[in-house]
């Protein structure tokens, strides 16, 4: 049996780890203490986040069999990084420490497992809020991101992780090849076009094209990017040609290569060393030899270093979910020819 996990810290413990990683005053003893605590808080959502994924994967597969359905937990760095970023947040309000994945063809699919999922019955771990980032509430982000999310609360059986939170992500697989185009520009070049930080082109590149994919999908638009797919289609072929959007994608996937597929379910970490372009996939036996292994790459602290852990039905789906790692931009660069309509040379 896998030996979860639980909170050994208290609430307001995790909230003063949290500010003394934000602020960065602490001594490095009070530092290495507080991010002690933080592992331990985030490692302790892996049974919530089991739970959840249970149900959601169930429900997602009667959707579609087709579904793909993946878990991962927010990776320690990405947590820093955001408490510094936001020296007053604390990680007990960030809801995607614990997180889910669905991804489907269409966007009548979605709407069909949120609506599901949202009243479902007898359920203890409840939808507390969604998220809806293709219409109104709160509509497409400024930077491009569409999909719809789910917040769920534990309160099942184990009350000593009654109040956690899991997030569910919902999207077409349209929608997942615009994320993973970004973030695969982010994982290897250290910007953070996610964040809607960076080269304002590069950003305005991904705003526009993910306006196109909403024309095709029937959703809302990009705020700031509402014109004609044609007009769209003109100005990002435009920018592609001064930035370099496809041809940079091109290039991460040049330096990454194939790795093992089998059928079977599987705990595992992904090691991405950016400027080698290396990446490693490690299959574990069991759950805690994963959670060590990603600790102990962590303590590495190396900037260079992406690393995460992921569980997953079949490691045949891993591309599927998190084709970053693998710069596996294919499915976006394929969409953004489609509608360039010859406006850039073959080789761009």
Not at 51 to 80: G, S
Not at 251 to 261: D, F, K, M, P
Request: net charge neutral.
């Amino acid at each position: 049996m896998k030996k979860w996990v639980v909170p050994e810290h208290s609430n307001k413990a995790v909230q003063r780890a949290s500010r003394v990683i934000g602020k960065g005053t602490g001594t490095s003893e009070e530092i290495q203490a507080a991010r002690d605590v933080l592992s331990n808080y985030r490692l302790a959502h892996a049974f919530p986040l089991n739970a959840v994924t249970v149900t959601v994967r169930q429900r997602a597969l009667d959707v579609n069999q087709n579904a793909v359905v993946a878990e991962r937990r927010k990776r320690l760095p990405t947590i820093i990084d955001k408490l510094k970023r936001h020296p007053t947040m604390s990680v007990t309000t960030m809801q995607d420490l614990g997180g889910c994945r669905v991804i489907f063809k269409t966007v009548d699919e979605v709407d069909e497992l949120v609506s599901i999922l949202v009243d479902l019955p007898r359920s203890r771990n409840r939808v507390k809020k969604v998220y809806d980032y293709l219409r109104d509430d709160p509509g497409p982000r400024d930077s491009g991101y569409r999909g719809v999310h789910l917040v769920y609360e534990y309160g099942a059986s184990k009350e000593e992780y009654h109040g956690l939170r899991i997030e569910l992500q919902v999207r077409t697989e349209l929608q997942h090849a615009w994320a993973t185009a970004v973030e695969t520009v982010d994982l290897f070049s250290g910007s953070e076009l996610k964040y809607g930080k960076g080269d304002a082109e590069s950003l305005r590149f991904f705003a526009l094209v993910a306006s196109l994919m909403a024309h095709q999908e029937g959703t809302a638009p990009v705020p700031g990017a509402e014109g004609t797919p044609e007009e769209l289609a003109d100005e990002f072929a435009r920018l592609e040609k001064r930035v370099g959007v496809l041809g940079r994608l091109r290039g991460y996937a040049a330096i990454v290569g194939e790795h093992a597929r089998t059928d079977r379910r599987n705990t595992l970490t992904l090691e991405l060393w950016r400027r080698e372009g290396r990446l490693t996939v490690t299959v574990h036996e069991t759950l805690a030899d994963a959670e060590a292994r990603l600790t102990a790459l962590e303590a590495i602290n190396d900037e260079n270093l992406d690393a995460v852990l992921i569980n997953i039905a079949r490691i045949s789906q891993l591309r599927d979910a998190y084709p970053n790692y693998f710069a596996d931009t294919s499915r976006f660069t394929e969409f953004v020819r489609a509608h360039l309509d010859g406006r850039l040379p073959a080789s761009a």
